[in-house]
């Protein structure tokens, strides 16, 4: 097994990353919304990564935190879901907020996610609720409370990305007097100065 790669980057693909190690390329797939993060052919990079051998191949995955992994690994045991969703899952949505969703049973929210129908949705909260909300997972959680969720549902109907609607509630206060839509408007309003 493949724990760990570290190595100069060579080159960055649309999902994948090669890393030279010792003179030897690997091809590692990894969430695009990391791509990015990487830096410029010959930087060193460290990926904390998941092997798996299968009939048609054999994948490496990477991922810049032991949390993307750990997620990405529960991801995996959920019944008909392959690693190429569930490295989508991590590149829309970030780590709290998709184990929020996920613990809180927002369907809404996970469809949201290219590739993920209701059925699917249902599966991965039917599976994974108990597991992350106890903790299993190795998430660093915070309390995400169900009107987050329903702010960031909201803001992705008004068209902006899972991320970036993510992104806007992350800072919200946390205020019993705050009604779901004096929240959309402060989260409107971050999403305005951004």
């Known amino acids: 097994m493949i724990a760990s790669i570290r190595g100069k980057l060579e080159a960055v693909g649309a999902d994948y990353v090669i890393v030279d ?8 797939y990894t969430p695009p919304s990391t791509l990015g993060g990487f830096g410029s052919t010959g930087d060193e990079v460290r990926l904390f ?8 191949g054999i994948s490496l995955y990477g ?12 991801l995996l045991g959920v019944s008909g ?9 991590i590149s829309e949505m970030d780590l709290e907020s998709l184990a929020a969703a ?18 699917t949705a249902s599966r991965i909260v039917l599976e994974l609720r108990d597991k992350l909300a106890e903790g299993d997972a190795m998430l660093p959680l915070s309390a995400v409370s169900q009107e987050n969720n329903d702010v960031i549902a909201a803001l992705i ?21 705050l009604v779901l839509e004096d929240k959309i408007k402060l989260a409107l309003g971050r999403l305005g100065r951004d």
């Open 157 to 177: 109907s008004l068209g902006y990305s899972t991320s970036e609607a993510a992104r806007a509630v992350n800072g919200l206060p946390r205020d019993d007097k």
């Open 63 to 74: 991922f810049t935190s032991a949390s993307q992994l750990a997620l990405f690994k529960n």
């Open 102 to 119: 996920i613990i809180s049973g927002n369907i809404d929210l996970l469809t949201a996610i290219r590739g993920i129908g209701k059925k």
């Open 81 to 89: 879901l392959g690693p190429r969703l569930a490295l989508t899952m």
């Open 49 to 56: 990564t998941h092997f798996q051998v299968r009939e048609d």
């Open 21 to 28: 190690v010792n003179g030897i390329g690997f091809q590692v």
